[in-house]
C-alpha cells in the first residue's frame, strides 16, 4: 500500500510555471507506475501524464505535450510534474496516482488528495 501527497500548486499567471510533487510513504515506490491527472470545475477527472517504474518510459495527453514534463527520484520516493507554458484552460485540481503501468491511466490503484492549480489570463 502507498500514501501520496501532492504539493506545489497555486496560482500563476498564463505563460507561467510550476512544479507539482507528490511524495509517497512506504518502501515500495519504485514498485509503481506514477501519473498525474487533473479535474476542472464541472468535467471529469482526466489523465495528463504516467511515468514507469524506472522512469524510463514516459506519456502524455496530447493537451499538454511539450509543455508538461514527468519525472521521479525513487531515491527520495517522490514524482515530479514541471508545467510550463501553462494556460487557464490547465486551471484544475491536480491529483497524483500510483499503479501498474498497463492500466494507471485508466484505473490507478491509489491516489493523492489533489492540489489546486489556477492559471490567470
Known amino acids: 500500500q502507498v500514501q501520496l501527497v501532492e504539493s506545489g500548486g497555486g496560482l500563476v499567471q498564463a505563460g507561467g510555471s510550476l512544479r507539482l510533487s507528490c511524495a509517497a510513504s512506504?518502501?515500495?515506490?519504485?514498485?509503481?507506475?506514477m501519473g498525474w491527472f487533473r479535474q476542472a470545475p464541472g468535467k471529469e477527472r482526466e489523465f495528463v501524464a504516467r511515468?514507469?517504474?524506472?522512469?524510463?518510459?514516459?506519456y502524455y495527453t496530447d493537451s499538454v505535450k511539450g509543455r508538461f514534463t514527468i519525472s521521479r527520484d525513487n531515491a527520495k520516493n517522490t514524482a515530479y510534474l514541471q508545467m510550463n507554458s501553462l494556460k487557464p484552460e490547465d486551471t484544475a485540481v491536480y491529483y497524483c496516482?500510483?499503479?501498474?503501468?498497463?492500466?494507471?491511466?485508466?484505473?490507478?490503484?491509489?491516489w493523492g488528495q489533489g492540489t489546486q492549480v489556477t492559471v490567470s489570463s
Open positions: 496516482a500510483a499503479g501498474a503501468w498497463g492500466t494507471i491511466a485508466v484505473d490507478p490503484g491509489y
Open positions: 512506504g518502501r515500495t515506490f519504485s514498485r509503481y507506475a
Open positions: 511515468i514507469s517504474m524506472s522512469g524510463g518510459s514516459t
